[in-house]
């Protein structure tokens, strides 16, 4: 099992960034997908999560309104639309998903958002 994440960087307060998780080594269209962060001093946060066919998403309140998380079962990737980005969504991302009872996480893609 394989999950690499891409796309983060530098972007100022209020721009868009899209996060991809490029999964492998597991029947992707099979299982939910999760994103997670974790700020400088903070625990890790659940960000939003996926069914395995997309008809189903949850977001923490903090994001709600303003992230999308999306899959295309196609390419075994997930995504993550994040716009109108604050300062306090600086964290690495991490894509997650607990196949047959393992929970497996990628590496990790830095977010910084500052002016």
């Known amino acids: 099992v394989q999950l690499v994440e891409s796309g983060g960087g530098l972007v100022q307060p209020g721009g868009s960034l899209r996060l991809s998780c490029a999964a492998s080594g597991f029947t992707f269209s099979n299982y939910r997908m999760t994103w997670s962060r974790r700020a400088p001093g903070k625990e890790r946060e659940l960000v939003a999560t996926i069914n395995s066919d997309g008809g189903s998403t949850n977001y923490a309140d903090s994001v709600k309104g303003r992230f999308i998380i999306s899959r295309d079962n196609a390419k075994n990737t997930v995504y993550l639309q994040m716009n109108s980005l604050k300062p306090e969504d600086t964290a690495v991302y991490y894509c997650?998903?607990?196949?047959?009872?393992?929970?497996?996480w990628g590496q990790g893609t830095q977010v910084t958002v500052s002016s």
């Open positions: 997650r998903s607990i196949i047959d009872g393992r929970l497996y």
